[in-house]
């Protein structure tokens, strides 16, 4: 009956020893997953600070344009032969013959 206790104690240790041995690498596989989180939200706060300053960037310019528009209304936007170009109304008289000359 020693030979079964001796047999049944080497199994326990054989399997507290896997048992260990799995602990440690959920452990280990944990903290590497617990650096990379740290790495991506570290870098999505980079990227928020970018990203708002291209925010103040895209309002500055926003704000330029609109001045740009309450100002100079009666100027022409885009440029011709790009089909953006827009062609003030003539202020003669003519109606749209004017305009008819341009594009032809």
Not at 27 to 37: H, T
Not at 47 to 62: P, T, V
Not at 87 to 93: H, N, V, Y
């Amino acid at each position: 009956m020693e030979e079964e206790s001796s047999f049944f104690e080497r199994e326990r240790d054989r399997l507290t020893s896997e048992i260990t041995s799995g602990f440690e690498e959920l452990l280990s596989s944990s903290n590497n997953l617990n650096r990379k989180l740290e790495e991506v939200l570290g870098m999505t706060k980079e990227y928020e600070s970018i990203a708002a300053l291209w925010q103040s960037f895209h309002e500055l310019m926003r704000g330029h344009r609109d001045e740009g528009d309450v100002s100079g209304e009666a100027e022409p936007h885009g440029l011709p032969g790009t089909g953006g170009h827009v062609l003030a109304a003539s202020k003669s008289g003519n109606g749209g013959g004017a305009e008819q000359q341009h594009e032809a």
